[in-house]
Structure formats: structure tokens, C-alpha cells
């Protein structure tokens, strides 16, 4: 381990070139936050004095975002938002050019905690969260931060961050200002479905196997589950699908997968994937059902859709039998193939969501960060991305691949948004 006190704690520093391979890799392929809010953000640092603290997934998509932070005058701090997503090398790049990182691939929980605490120690003015724990640890843990006035306000990037803080909210707890970036137009339907959506070459990655013919059952039809199932219909796989909300269901069945319970599913699944925010949703009842030899992965953000501590205490063997794959021996002999430890399996077997669709959320997070700091004085909850904000990343992005797309007349604003004109 690599370490300056209250300044960085990373795996090894050795590592710095291979991230900054990585990171020139992903650059070239984010247009909008790497060169068009960068170059901006450089001139007119909008960012100057203020400290940004992200418990985010230490990718070279991050690793960007945090450049063009910093490109705006900003003092970053990251830690990982899972303990098993963090890129080593591309951590200590990040050191190498002034970021203050605390994470590294495998931490326990216990050094999880430990690196938010690192960051929140320095009383960041904007938080920027994927999970949710970063900002419910200050929320425990630091309440002097939450009261001073020096956090001006936080974002959250993912799905089940944003359902906690919306029960957080609900229950009178959110004590800060919060934008639900997973929720901008720009996050949602294009992060979630295209990256989340692709994450299914993470099985494929795990164990090699031909995605033609097999059965695969995917658990949830949302926003990441519904791309996961297109995803492995194109690649030859029969898809089953499994939901608890109608409507999601009715979605599926017409876009012509067939719908059955969790119960049915798991008893022809050669692989399931999981990613609903929900838990036990392959859960100890379906383990007697599973086929030999069936690979079983989650893509949601926490380890928990899929039993795995009861899988293991059910185990007769676990053998790692590759990189993030362990083989299960349950008793009688079946083996079942568990990708990352039930942990979300496109950000340990893979590198995470492609960078040109992370080159949207980045964007939002960018933008947002600006527009924080130029409002300042928010009230305590959550409060919607601006559409403005919204509409720009998706008009930045189609400039920047060229696309040109067509303006309303004033005659067609009017007509969309009156109520004169009729039969
Ligand atoms: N792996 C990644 O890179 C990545 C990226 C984005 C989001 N996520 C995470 O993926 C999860 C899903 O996010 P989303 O944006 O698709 O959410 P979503 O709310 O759009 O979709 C979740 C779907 O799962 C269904 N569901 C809930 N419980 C279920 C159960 N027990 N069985 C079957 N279906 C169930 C819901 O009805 C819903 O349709 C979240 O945990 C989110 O944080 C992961």
C-alpha cells in the first residue's frame, strides 16, 4: 500500500502509467466532459476554492470527471463506492496528477468506511455520490459538516442512492440539498440501459461461454434490465424475464420476452443476471432448483439481489476458479459459478460502462457542480437536475458526434404549447 497522510492511500504507486494509459483512453472518447466543459472550465474556473469530495466506482471515466473538476479550479477527493470496482492503476494516476484518492480494489468494509471518513474529513463543499453511503456517513458521522453551511449541496449517481435519500426525505432525515443526477434524461436512458445494458458481456468475460442458445433469465425490466435483456436477446440468448411491477412486466411481454416468476426461471437459467435494487431476489428457496453449472451474476448496486452469504454457508466448496468467478460446490455435488462475489459484476470482470456514455453522466455531474456553486443557498432535499442543464448535455453530445437535428418553428412552439388550434 501507497500512502501520505490525509493526502492519499492507494494500492501502488507503481501503477501510474498503466492508469494514465487508461485514462487517455477513456478521454478521447468523452468529447463533452473531456474537451468541451474542460476547456471552458480551464478559462473560466468556475470551481476555483471549492473542494469536491466523490464516492465513486475508481474507473478511468471517474478518474476524467475528477480532471475536469479540477480543470475548474476544484480540490477533489475520491473514494470507491464499491470494494471491488476500484481500478488500482488508474487511482494512482489520479494521485500522480493532485487528487486526493483513498481507495483501492478489495478493501473490507472497515477500510471502505475508513476512506469516506478520509474525505469527509476534509469538509468538502459538494458531495458527489453513487450508493448513497458517502453522504449518510456525513449525515451520522459529521454533523458539524451537514450544519456549517460549508456544503453547499450533494448528487447522487445511481438508482438506489437516489431511492434512499427519497425514503431519507420522506422520513424528515435529508438535512442536505441533493440533485438526483441518475435521474437527468441524459443519465437514465443512456447510462443505465446502454452501460448497465452491455454489462452483460461480464458473464461472458467470466466464464467464456457462448451467449447463442443459452437460456437466460434476467431479473428486473428497468432502466438497467430491460438494456441487459436486449443485450443478450442480440448475442442469441433466449431471455426470461422476471418482474414484481406490472406495468415493467407488460413492457417486457410486449417487446416479446416471456415473463415468469423468479420460482420457474431459475429451474432453466443457464445464467441469471440480476439488477432491481431489490434482495433475495435468487434467494435460498431457488438454490435446489438451480441447473448445474449455471452462472449467476449481479449487475445492481448492492451485493445483495443474489443470496450470496447464504450460498456460501450452504457451500460444500468454494474455489476461485479465475479471476472474480468462484465455483460453489453445494451439496450433492451441483456447482453453481458466482461472478464477483454477487458484487456488480460489469465493474469487477469488466471495466464499467463504456466511456462515451459515461461521457454524459460525467457531463451532468460537471454541470451541475457549476451550477451549485453559482446558486448556492439550496434548501435541504432533493431538488431536480435543471432541464436546461439536461437539454445542453444532450445537445453538446450530438455536437460533438456531429448530428445536426431540427428546430421547432415559433409557430410549431406555439402550437405544441397551446390549446387553440384543433379539428
Ligand atoms: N452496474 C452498474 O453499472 C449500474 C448502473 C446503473 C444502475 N445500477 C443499479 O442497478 C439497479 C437497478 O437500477 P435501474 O435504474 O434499472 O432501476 P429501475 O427502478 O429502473 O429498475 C428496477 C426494476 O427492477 C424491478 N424489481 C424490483 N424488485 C424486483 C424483484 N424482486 N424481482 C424482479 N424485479 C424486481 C422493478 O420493478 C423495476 O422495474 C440499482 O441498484 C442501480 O443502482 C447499476
New binding site residues.
Partial sequence: MDEKSGEYKVADMGLVEKGLEAIYIAQRKMPVTCSIIRDRFEREKPLQGIKIAGCLHITKETANLALTLQAGGAEVLLCGSNPLSTQDDVSAALVSHGVKVFAWHGNTQEEFYWCIRECLKHEPNILIDD?ADLIVTAHKEFPELITSGKLLACQEE????VKRFKAMEKAGALKVPLFPVNDARCK?EF??EL??GQ?VISAIQGMHILMAGKTMVI???????SGMALRARGLGAQVLV????PI?ALKAVFAGFRVVP?DEAVKEADVILT????KD?VAEKHFDSLKDGVILGN????DVEIATRKLYDRASEVKPIRKDVEEITLPGGKKVYLLAQGR?A??VLTE??PSEVMDMSFALQSLVSEFIVKKKNFRPGIIDVPEEIDSKVGALKLKSMGIIIDALTEEQFKYIHGYEEGT
Fill in positions: 450508493g445511481t438508482t438506489t442512492g437514465n447510462d443505465n452501460g448497465t454489462g431479473a428486473g425490466y428497468g432502466h438497467c434490465s422476471t418482474e414484481v411491477d415493467q423468479m439488477a432491481t435494487g431489490c431476489v449487475l445492481g448496486h448492492f456488480l460489469n465493474l464499467g460502462h
